[in-house]
């Protein structure tokens, strides 16, 4: 599939597709030092989209939604399906992968990077908040929960093994989205507003996602400027961001995450850090992640991460089940994203036209930049 390490492709022929219309883009799509460590896949726009269709069409053999005991084994979202019947490549190699746009340009769909070091804020954060289970642990999962963290029970119409889990940090959609009880009212907001407050854990949470915007602007320096103009656009009092210094609106964290492949609707790149916390898998068993044709492992020992930096939105990726015959295993390791969502960020623009804004205590910033003493507004 494809054709692997093309040598005449120069570094300035690969672009972000998303990045194309930012006015007086000066940024490379990927760094020299990362361009050299990676394995540059380019194939046809036929081939790629004959890869979505075939993600496109084991996700509509997964009929369950939520968290469900799935047999993955039994359906088509497996390594063994993927690289016997499907013709995914099995690579481990640090990868890019870019379609050939015909004008002589390639646009990168995703980026696959191994790493021999492991984020130290992610692993502080994952500690705080999950036991050496991978399971919450009861300090941040009180009764009427945390303000700005969610704990995720369904996705849409993705199917999720039980036993996963998924919180969400940040800011989301917005009161007028499409089919809310709300109408002629944009009111974005974070996660659980009226939660208790924990400062440290939202102070890991903004460490962490200031980590994730590192390795954007350093390896994928012009999609991370586009996430920068997205929020100079969008949030120009800088009170929706999960940081100071992170221009994203919200960041997941997953443990034992298994997911039936999925096509995300964000605004810029969704980057991904995995990393393992519990050692090997039981034999038999891979920590695993489809994409773009490939299947490519994720961190197989303490101290190894993976970073995946993906395009917000038209190319289905998921994190695979272990096993292609026994049941998925919960191995308590874990993945998080930076994301900005299409709704955030369509709903604070429509506020902005309304001459609106938010109230501060459903901001980010009161949950992550406020001192402890402070406490969440119930009135709005």
């Not at 309304?354 to 009161?366: D, K, W």
Request: aromatic share 8%; glycine share 8%.
């Amino acid at each position: 599939m494809g054709m692997p390490s093309k040598p005449n492709v120069k570094i300035d022929e690969l672009y972000w597709e998303d990045v194309v219309g930012d006015a007086n883009v000066q940024e490379l799509a990927v760094s020299r030092d990362l361009f050299e460590m990676c394995t540059l896949t380019i194939i046809t726009q036929e081939e790629f989209a004959a890869n979505e269709a075939l993600l496109r069409a084991v996700a509509k053999s997964i009929p369950e939604t939520g968290f469900a005991d799935v047999e993955w084994h039994n359906t088509g979202w497996t390594e063994k399906h993927l690289v016997t019947n499907c013709g995914f490549l099995r690579t481990d190699d640090s990868t890019i992968l870019a379609v050939a746009d015909g004008m002589g340009r390639f646009a990168i769909k995703y980026v696959y990077v191994t790493m021999d070091t492991e984020s130290e804020p992610m692993r502080e954060l994952s500690t705080y908040v999950f036991d050496d289970h991978g399971y919450i642990r009861d300090a941040v999962n009180p009764e009427g929960g945390l303000c700005g963290q969610s704990l995720v029970v369904r996705r849409g119409n993705k199917a999720m093994n039980h036993g996963s889990v998924m919180m969400m940090y940040g800011s989301w959609d917005c009161w007028d989205w499409p089919g809310a009880t709300a109408k002629n009212v944009t009111q974005p907001r974070i996660y659980n507003p009226t939660g208790q407050l924990d400062k440290t854990l939202n102070s890991l949470v903004a460490t962490h996602a200031d980590h994730l915007t590192q390795y954007e602007r350093q390896m994928i320096p012009s999609y991370a400027a586009h996430r920068d103009r997205i929020a100079a656009l969008a949030d120009p009092h800088r009170v929706h961001r999960i940081s100071e210094h992170t221009t994203a609106f919200s960041v997941s964290l997953t443990s034992s995450y298994a997911i039936a492949p999925h096509n995300d609707s964000g605004m810029a790149c969704e980057t991904i850090g995995f990393i393992n916390r519990s050692g090997a898998m039981p034999d038999g068993h891979e920590w695993l992640f489809a994409i773009g044709g490939h299947v490519h492992a994720l961190p197989n020992q303490v101290g190894k991460s993976v970073i995946l930096f993906i395009k917000g939105q038209g190319v289905y990726h998921g994190t695979l089940p272990t096993s292609s015959t026994e049941p998925t295993a919960l191995h308590g390791n874990h993945g998080s994203a930076l994301v900005t969502k299409k709704r955030i960020v369509d709903g604070l623009m429509r506020q902005a036209e309304r001459g609106e804004t938010t109230c501060f205590e459903l901001t980010a910033a009161n949950v992550t930049r406020l001192p402890a003493s402070s406490s969440p507004c119930m009135r709005c």
